[in-house]
Each structure stands twice: as structure tokens, then as C-alpha cells.
């Protein structure tokens, strides 16, 4: 079926199966590879992306349930709190690995967009994509970093 998407404010016109994952469409068919595949299940949260607003799990979304949505990327995360989470990341040494770090800055984006100062409690809540490095405290204090300099 054809499809029109809109990728980190970019239009895209695709033929792909209706079950197709946006995550492989994201990375098959548009070539936005930040998206990282890990469970396969909607679990882990690695392959976060926003979908108008809200951040989903890529790997089990079909493309028939996308609609007219914007979707943002770990890509399109260029400017406002995206930005402030990525510089934030890179202060405060998040990545040891790094795989799931795309996954990671899009629930924190997400989190701070709808929880400007959050508690340790909002974070444990939002921030559930699994870290098999264990930055989990990095983690808390990159969200913290960033929220501070979004107040700024």
C-alpha cells in the first residue's frame, strides 16, 4: 500500500506493506538508522521514536496504525528539549555502549516536554528502555542536567 509519512519534518512517499514496523520502514525504506532494533517485542524500548508527540515503541507499531502523524527520530531531535538532552548526555557521560541511547533520548525528550522538572519518581516511570550497561544513574542525572538548562 502507499503511504505518506512525515519524518522529522520531512515527507516521505512509501509502498510498503500495512504491517510492515515503522521501525523497518524508518530504516529499510526512508534510511534513518538511529532507531535500534533489540527485542523485537515492544519491551526494551530501544527503538522509541515520537509519534505526534508520544513516544512509541517503532518495533511493533505497523505502519497501518501511523496515520498523518508527525514522527521525530532521534534524527530530528535538532533544537528545544531534544537538543538540551543530547548536550546534556555528552555532559554527564550517559553512553557506555550506547545501543540503546537513541531510545533513551527519545523517552527523556518525551519526558521533559510533558514533566519540565521532573521527580526521581516521573523519571523511573518514563525512562523504562532497558540499559544492559546499568548507566541507570547516568541516565537520571542526564534528565536532571538537561532539565536545568532548559530552565535556563
Known sequence: MHYTLTVNGQSYDIDVDPKKPLLWVLRED???TGAKYSCGIGLCGTCSVLV???ARQSCILPIDEVGAVEVTTIEGLVDGVGKAVKAAWIKEKVSQCGYC????IVKATHLLSTVPN????????????????GTYQRIRSG???AASAIKK
Open 30 to 32: 526512508i534510511g534513518l
Open 52 to 54: 505526534d508527540g508520544e
Open 101 to 104: 541511547q537513541p531510545g533513551q
Open 118 to 133: 521532573p521527580t526521581d519518581d516521573d523519571i523511573d516511570r518514563e525512562m523504562t528502555t532497558l540499559c544492559r550497561c
Open 143 to 145: 534528565i536532571k542536567t
